[in-house]
């Protein structure tokens, strides 16, 4: 399929932007079928506005938990507080205890 730059006008703010052929192949790849209604001004400002920064990435950092390795009894960093029913293991013994 061949892509061509395309000329389409943000709902947000009314400024024409383009929808650049290299820009319709990533969309396609990523099996987007929508095309983008702001442009990338209004896209940036919008997810800022929604608890992210301009580069997408959410600025709300996660609380995490320091608790003891059951595996190898070091310091594990995780995103939930453990309750003590199961064994809680840092990222290296979590790898080695996956049976992959």
């Given at each position: 399929m061949a892509f061509v730059d395309r000329a389409i006008t943000c709902v947000a703010c009314g400024q024409p932007?383009?929808?650049?052929?290299?820009?319709?192949?990533?969309?396609?790849?990523?099996?987007?079928?929508?095309?983008?209604?702001?442009?990338?001004?209004?896209?940036?400002?919008?997810?800022?506005?929604?608890?992210?920064?301009?580069?997408?990435?959410?600025?709300?950092?996660?609380?995490?938990?320091?608790?003891?390795?059951?595996?190898?009894?070091?310091?594990?960093?995780?995103?939930?507080?453990?309750?003590?029913?199961?064994?809680?293991?840092?990222?290296?013994?979590?790898?080695?205890?996956?049976?992959?």
């Open positions: 932007f383009t929808f650049t052929a290299s820009e319709q192949e990533l969309f396609a790849s990523r099996g987007f079928t929508n095309e983008p209604k702001r442009c990338a001004n209004c896209r940036a400002q919008r997810r800022a506005s929604q608890g992210g920064d301009a580069s997408g990435v959410g600025s709300v950092q996660r609380e995490m938990f320091e608790v003891t390795c059951a595996g190898c009894g070091g310091i594990a960093r995780v995103p939930f507080e453990p309750k003590g029913v199961k064994p809680v293991y840092c990222n290296t013994c979590y790898q080695q205890n996956r049976g992959y």
